[in-house]
């Protein structure tokens, strides 16, 4: 069976929600997503394709890895009921980086500004430490055929915040989720940053989007030095492998009357 056939019938088999299955093009999606971040171009996917739960993620990936499609180092990860695939070595060389090198810039949109301003990553370390925290203890606990469940320490945590952080955004958004979950992004000039690459499975390819993050178009000069590192590491990493193909990384910029985060 093609390589392209084998992720599909994964997907076909693990990942049912409700009665709702991937489609194929859908499957091939996630099988170019699943094997970014095994190729440690990207440190996690959030899970988002239908309503599968945690455990079927993980028969998926279990499944992948039994048929040598991925390594075996992957894992899935429980946040609050939302589910990640995570290649712990990228997440914790990106956790480590940013508590030594301030490489996430974190953006607060609480809705009482006036405008988005850049602010102190103060909570975003101490998320970083706790997740560092974590993935030792899973790595010692070595259930491999498990999803891994952060528990209640998560449940203090602004999810839009440590998203940002878990994909590998150079930027994350923060607002204070004790006064109000709305922001003041609302006809806000963003500049959208996508990554695209092509996944050349058997003879055809199929392209999928490795990133799309936004900055505020106000915050672009003193944000500009991190975003192009972050896309200096990114074409590093794309030059060590050979399994995706055509990186294009461009920018757009939009308003939207509302953004919902």
């Known amino acids: 069976m093609s390589t392209r056939k084998l992720f599909i019938a994964a997907a076909h088999k693990c990942l049912s929600g409700g009665r709702k299955s991937l489609s194929a093009p859908q499957s091939l999606d996630l099988a170019a997503q699943v094997s970014a971040?095994?190729?440690?171009?990207?440190?996690?996917?959030?899970?988002?394709s239908n309503g599968a739960s945690a455990e079927q993620v993980q028969q998926y990936l279990n499944l992948l890895q039994f048929s040598h499609l991925v390594s075996k180092s992957l894992l899935t990860l429980d946040l609050n009921g939302n589910t990640l695939i995570v290649n712990p070595v990228s997440l914790r060389s990106n956790l480590e980086r940013l508590l030594r090198d301030n490489s996430v810039v974190v953006i607060n949109v609480c809705h009482s500004l006036e405008k988005p301003a850049i602010t102190d990553r103060g909570e975003l370390k101490?998320?970083?430490q706790d997740l560092l925290f974590?993935?030792?203890?899973?790595?010692?606990?070595?259930?491999?055929?498990?999803?891994?469940?952060v528990g209640k320490k998560?449940?203090?945590?602004?999810?839009?915040?440590?998203?940002?952080?878990?994909?590998?955004?150079?930027?994350t958004y923060w607002f204070d989720q004790t006064k109000s979950f709305e922001n003041c992004l609302s006809l806000t000039p963003l500049m959208v940053t996508t990554a695209t690459v092509t996944w050349q499975a058997d003879t055809a390819g199929h392209t999928c989007c490795l990133y799309s993050f936004s900055v505020p178009?106000?915050?672009?000069?003193?944000?500009?030095?991190?975003?192009e590192d972050w896309n200096i590491r990114l074409q590093e990493r794309f030059q060590q492998q050979n399994v995706l193909q055509d990186?294009?990384?461009?920018q757009t910029t939009?308003?939207?009357?509302s953004v919902c985060l």
Do not use: M
């Open 154 to 171: 998560s449940e203090e945590w602004n999810l839009c915040t440590v998203f940002g952080l878990l994909l590998g955004y150079p930027v």
């Open 217 to 227: 178009a106000v915050l672009h000069n003193e944000t500009q030095s991190d975003l």
């Open 254 to 257: 939009v308003t939207l009357p």
């Open 247 to 250: 990186l294009t990384v461009c």
């Open 126 to 128: 101490s998320i970083a």
């Open 134 to 149: 974590l993935l030792r203890g899973f790595e010692q606990l070595k259930e491999d055929e498990k999803p891994l469940y």
């Open 37 to 48: 971040v095994d190729l440690g171009l990207k440190p996690a996917l959030l899970y988002d």
